[in-house]
Each structure stands twice: as structure tokens, then as C-alpha cells.
Nanobody, 123 residues
Framework: QVQLVESGGGLVQAGDSLRLSCAAS????????MGWFRQAPGKEREFVAR???????NYADSVKGRFTISRDNMKNTVSLQMNNLKPEDTAVYYC?????????????????WGQGTQVTVSS
């Protein structure tokens, strides 16, 4: 399995931007579909964005047009650029490896999760 470590979270104001990074180790991510999920207090973890090994992307409707997922296979990293942040984006954000998409996207049983990074958006 690949090990994942997120970074880049923090406290920002509504309308600001943040860039989350996910560093992978143990295996190359080049053949994996990678993604981001988030979990707000009292809510279930939800899909945010996914990028396939070929570079195709999927986004949750709530973040389309504001968030951009990207990958750098040479550096073994995945990033999430978040623009025009809203208070409802406040959550712990998790990087994940080995996603599948059918309707929505989910992490396969053979996949991996990072430990999460907190994003807080104040109004």
C-alpha cells in the first residue's frame, strides 16, 4: 500500500484560497486514481475530487469551478487548489489512493488514506 501525508491546511477567511498537498511514499502513484475527501463535524466523509492515472478529473458539484485537483507523478504528489473558499468548506480533508467511480467516487478496499489536514473557513 502507498502511504499518504497531507499538508497545507489552515484557517482562512471566506473568499481566500488554499492549496493542499499530498505526498505519497512506499509506491509510485502513477498507476493509481487519486482523490480528496472531506469530513465536516457531525457529518459523513464525502467525495471532493478525483484524478485518474490518465489525468481525467471528477468533482463534487459543491466544489466545481472553485477547486482543481492535479498530480505530479515525478514528485509522487497530488494537490488540491481551493479558490473562493466558503464557510461550508470547513472540514478535515483527506487524500486517498486507488479510487473507483460509479455514480460517485469511493476508495477501493485495497486503497489508502492519509491522516487528514484541517481546513477552517471563517465568514
Amino acid at each position: 500500500q502507498v502511504q499518504l501525508v497531507e499538508s497545507g491546511g489552515g484557517l482562512v477567511q471566506a473568499g481566500d484560497s488554499l492549496r493542499l498537498s499530498c505526498a505519497a511514499s512506499g509506491r509510485t502513484i502513477s498507476s493509481y486514481s487519486m482523490g480528496w475527501f472531506r469530513q465536516a463535524p457531525g457529518k459523513e466523509r464525502e467525495f471532493v475530487a478525483r484524478i485518474s492515472f490518465a489525468g481525467n478529473t471528477n468533482y463534487a458539484d459543491s466544489v466545481k469551478g472553485r477547486f482543481t485537483i492535479s498530480r505530479d507523478n515525478m514528485k509522487n504528489t497530488v494537490s488540491l487548489q481551493m479558490n473562493n473558499l466558503k464557510p461550508e468548506d470547513t472540514a478535515v480533508y483527506y487524500c486517498a489512493a486507488d479510487l473507483a467511480c460509479s455514480g460517485t467516487c469511493y476508495v477501493r478496499s485495497t486503497g489508502s488514506w492519509g491522516q487528514g489536514t484541517q481546513v477552517t473557513v471563517s465568514s
